[in-house]
T-cell receptor, first 111, second 115 residues
Framework: SQQGEEDPQALSIQEGENATMNCSYK?????LQWYRQNSGRGLVHLIL?????REKHSGRLRVTLDTSKKSSSLLITASRAADTASYFC???????????FGAGTRLTVKP | DTGVSQDPRHKITKRGQNVTFRCDPI?????LYWYRQTLGQGPEFLTY????????KSRLLSDRFSAERPKGSFSTLEIQRTEQGDSAMYLC?????????????FGSGTRLTVV
């Protein structure tokens, strides 16, 4: 079963704009991770945020985590056409060691 | 080390046939995971190994599915008596640390089409 749900399901923006994707989950977590997947390819790990962290940055990526609301957001600043991909949040629960994914947000960045 | 390798990249099989996929993880990673992904959906967890021990199996892994990691290195996923509903991308991932402290490294996947 899938753990997280991303919102929106699809997002289309112009190059240079910021893209924000949200993720909600159901159970207590050890950490939450964001992955990117280009069409028909494997997933690429972007960033991991632990349950005791509230915000994390990596290059043009900014991730926030609100454990009280069981939600996270991924912000991509100054988007590029190459950012076009599907983005998934994934959670690692405290009681399990496997990672569960949401259905993803499909981001299209128009040049 | 070139990352996680999966073989084959594509497999077309007739319904009722058996298929086997192989995954070679990053050599120093002790954990190996199998996921299944259908079009427009996120990956669904199937099973994972720590070294050679299979520690968890999803309810999605019916009796027709079996996974092995005999020496704690590469892994195989076999599907017996394939059905059209088995058509999907099968993804393998590996990691070094338990609890997902570090991100998983995924292979490019094996796309299975059952006709």
């Amino acid at each position: 079963s899938q753990q997280g749900e991303e919102d929106p399901q699809a997002l289309s923006i112009q190059e240079g704009e910021n893209a924000t994707m949200n993720c909600s989950y159901k159970t207590s977590i050890n950490n939450l991770q964001w992955y990117r997947q280009n069409s028909g390819r494997g997933l690429v790990h972007l960033i991991l945020i632990r349950s005791n962290e509230r915000e994390k940055h990596s290059g043009r990526l900014r991730v926030t985590l609100d454990t009280s609301k069981k939600s996270s957001s991924l912000l991509i600043t100054a988007s590029r056409a190459a950012d076009t991909a599907s983005y998934f949040c994934a959670t690692v629960p405290y009681n399990n060691n496997d990672m569960r994914f949401g259905a993803g947000t499909r981001l299209t960045v128009k040049p | 080390d070139t990352g996680v390798s999966q073989d084959p990249r594509h497999k077309i099989t007739k319904r009722g046939q058996n298929v086997t996929f192989r995954c070679d993880p990053i050599s120093e990673h002790n954990r190996l995971y199998w996921y299944r992904q259908t079009l427009g959906q996120g990956p669904e967890f199937l099973t994972y190994f720590q070294n050679e021990a299979q520690l968890e199996k999803s309810r999605l892994l019916s009796d027709r599915f079996s996974a092995e990691r005999p020496k704690g290195s590469f892994s195989t996923l076999e599907i017996q008596r394939t059905e059209q509903g088995d058509s999907a991308m099968y993804l393998c991932a590996s990691s070094l640390e338990s609890q997902g402290t570090y991100g998983y490294t995924f292979g490019s996947g094996t796309r299975l089409t059952v006709v």
